[in-house]
């Protein structure tokens, strides 16, 4: 399978997480209006951590590139612990690096270029968003179309 080229300039989104490794900053990039790389930066630099989260992202970013669908990753990293976890608050704890990166990519990755658009230009102050919704309800629409897109992939046999 032929992964696709990558040209000069993509856009995207850089989600910050608190780890118990200190900020992660987590850059999700679109291209032809599905995500398309993934790159991950501890707010420290050196150490194993950095490496190992820079392997990782690469690996992921090489998956997508190929066919393998974002959930999986997902899935497959989300609740992995370290030693350091980050447990508060409750409801958002975050168990390691890879369980971060599985929490943004479950959040973000699915989403519909137009979801991302106005996202950035929330983040940015602009009030021309293309929803009436507030940023609550605009997060939990979010949610919502990402879960039902990944239903109706299942449903097509993607997963397989």
């Not at 608050?89 to 599985?102: L, T, W, Y």
């Not at 919704?133 to 046999?157: F, H, I, K, W, Y």
């Amino acid at each position: 399978m032929d992964k696709p080229e990558r040209p000069p300039v993509l856009g995207g989104l850089t989600v910050k997480t608190v780890t118990g490794c200190g900020n992660m900053y987590i850059q999700l990039n679109w291209y032809h209006g599905k995500l398309f790389e993934v790159f991950a930066t501890l707010g420290r630099g050196g150490g194993c951590a950095v490496c190992q989260s820079e392997a990782l992202t690469r690996g992921i970013t090489l998956g997508i590139k190929c066919g393998i669908p974002v959930p999986e990753y997902a899935r497959q990293l989300k609740g992995i612990r370290c030693p350091n976890p980050m447990p508060f608050p409750k409801e958002d704890a975050v168990f390691s690096c890879p369980d971060a990166i599985a929490r943004t990519l479950e959040k973000y990755g699915m989403l519909p270029i137009d979801k991302v658009v106005d996202i950035l230009l929330q983040a940015n102050g602009d009030s021309t968003s293309h929803s009436e919704l507030s940023p609550e309800e605009e997060e939990q629409d979010a949610v919502a179309q990402t879960r039902e897109l990944a239903r109706e992939r299942e449903e097509q046999g993607v997963y397989e």
